[in-house]
């Protein structure tokens, strides 16, 4: 290490050791020297990014995949583009993203009616109606989640909209968007998609060629899962590709962490039994397993100084020979080049190091982590309550330590105070969750199926004690997630 000039003190910030940012993805996979550049100082290698085959059509797809669910907004008010209620979307960046993504290879994009307050359509028509169509794939959804949506003429102006927003006359992969949520999966299938005929009209378009691969995203209800498999199977509908959620801590403990999901394993081994292609979602869990508790964080720093903390969840959910692209939400630049290293070209896990992250994953979950992965699903709140805020604040300082459960622990007036500074400069007042008032209008939309109304009535308690002292109440507080 001396002789490359290369300090203790160099060490020891470049695992990010004895600071409150260990977790952040500050070291790419792509670098060359000795020292660890950041991740915009860094170009990614053109040509050499890794691809799947679609076994259906032949399609030559990157395994990364660019999800336009976050895209970059204009911040024309000063504040955090979360507090801009109507922020614009910044189209230039959108285009030089899209335009920057194509050049090192990607080639599937992935978008929603209801995307960015309705909004990402259009902004990704005009990003990619600027390249040639034969360059890219476009996946977008039937969101018909609102009840005015499930009739099937609803359904047909959605997906006609969707070809007018994205200015295409084909959509290369459309899904039905997030089936098995709701109280009642089963009939909420049902009347989204078959008692209205939708699903039939879906399959002849795939027919016509206005559809070329037609599949669905799984969130929530096993039963649905299977149930969609088994049309599958009695060839009343085909299913091309199926989207859902993998990574390290979902193959094994999605059932620990909120008991409502389905282990990854299971997902996936049903559709490779098929032969289906996966298409993988949340490979970072909402950035979650980007900002690792502390701890976790060190140890995959240890194990590889050279890589970041998020390209380990990208290269898992990779190294699964039938996933055909893993999406990734790149809402900056540094996101993208970043991603594009780890799979520019993707060097698969060994089954030593699969097993090393599950060992990860398994230390994970007794942090008891609220699983939200900042979708914004739930949002607007008719209150004004910034859900998603609460939620990604309250697990920034439980991974940091800044979650103290008792006075008498080390450093408990330093986390004290870090949380509650924080949540006031994260989430304004009239917006905290001491405001909701448990009207459950948030909780049908979670994917994730967080009892939503009930967590933040405990984070808001836990708030009140810190505030008053209350200790005989930290404790149980903090421990009692999803009560």
């Known amino acids: 290490m001396n002789n490359n000039n ?37 170009e990614p290698p053109v040509g050499k990014m890794t691809y799947r085959t679609n076994p259906k059509t032949g399609d030559k797809v990157s395994i990364l995949g660019y999800g336009m669910m976050r895209l970059p907004t204009l911040d024309a008010g000063g504040g955090s583009a979360r507090e801009e209620k109507d922020a614009e979307i910044d189209q230039e960046m959108v285009n030089r993203q899209v335009d920057y993504a194509i050049e090192h290879g990607v080639n599937y994009f992935d978008t929603s009616p209801a995307y960015c307050r309705g909004r990402s359509e259009h902004a990704t028509g005009i990003a990619l109606s600027r390249h040639k169509r034969d360059e890219f794939f476009i996946a977008t959804k039937l969101s018909n989640f609102a009840p005015e949506t499930h ?32 109280d009642d999966a089963m009939a909420v299938f049902n009347e989204r998609y078959i008692d209205n005929g939708i699903l039939d009209y879906l399959v002849e378009q ?59 394993e299971y997902l996936y081994t049903e559709l490779v039994k098929r032969d289906i292609p996966a298409v993988i979602m949340e490979p970072l869990l909402g950035g979650r397993l980007a900002n690792l508790p502390d701890p976790l964080a060190a140890k995959l720093l240890r194990r590889d100084p050279e890589h970041s903390v998020a390209s380990w969840a990208f290269r898992y959910a990779g190294t699964f020979p039938k996933v055909l692209t893993v999406l990734s939400g790149m809402t900056y630049m540094e996101h993208l080049k970043e991603n594009l290293c780890t799979y520019s070209p993707l060097k698969p896990l060994t089954d030593e190091e699969m097993r090393f992250l599950e060992s990860i994953a398994s230390e994970y979950v007794g942090y008891n982590i609220i699983p939200c992965n900042d979708c914004k699903y ?51 007042k009239l917006r905290q969750a001491d405001h909701c008032i448990g009207c459950g209008h948030c909780q049908p939309h979670c ?37």
């Open 447 to 483: 994917p994730q199926r967080i009892r939503i109304p009930q967590e933040l009535h405990r984070i808001s308690r836990y708030v009140d004690a810190l505030k008053s002292g209350d200790n005989d109440n930290l404790k149980d507080i903090v421990l009692d997630t999803n009560e």
């Open 6 to 42: 290369y300090t203790r003190r160099k060490f020891l910030k470049a695992l990010g050791l004895g600071t409150a940012t260990v977790a952040t993805p500050a070291i790419v996979s792509c670098a060359t020297g000795d020292e660890k550049p950041v991740a915009s100082e860094q």
């Open 206 to 264: 795939r027919e016509q060629g206005t559809i070329r691969n037609l599949g669905f995203s799984y969130h929530g209800d096993i039963a649905i899962f299977d149930h969609a498999l088994k049309m599958h199977d009695d060839g009343k509908v085909k299913w091309d590709f199926v989207q859902i959620e993998l990574n390290y801590l979902d193959w094994k403990f999605a059932d620990e962490i909120n008991d409502s999901n389905t282990d990854a």
């Open 151 to 182: 009739s099937r003429q609803a359904g047909i102006e959605m997906f006609q909209n969707s070809l007018k927003e994205l200015q295409v006359d084909y959509i290369d992969y459309l899904l039905l968007h997030a089936i098995g949520g709701g």
């Open 378 to 428: 739930c949002m607007p709140c008719p209150y004004g309550i910034d859900i998603p805020a609460i939620f990604v604040h309250y697990n920034k300082c439980l991974t940091e330590g800044n979650v103290p459960r008792e006075m008498e622990q080390p450093d408990y007036f330093k986390a004290r105070r870090a949380f509650l500074i924080g949540y006031d400069r994260s989430v304004p």
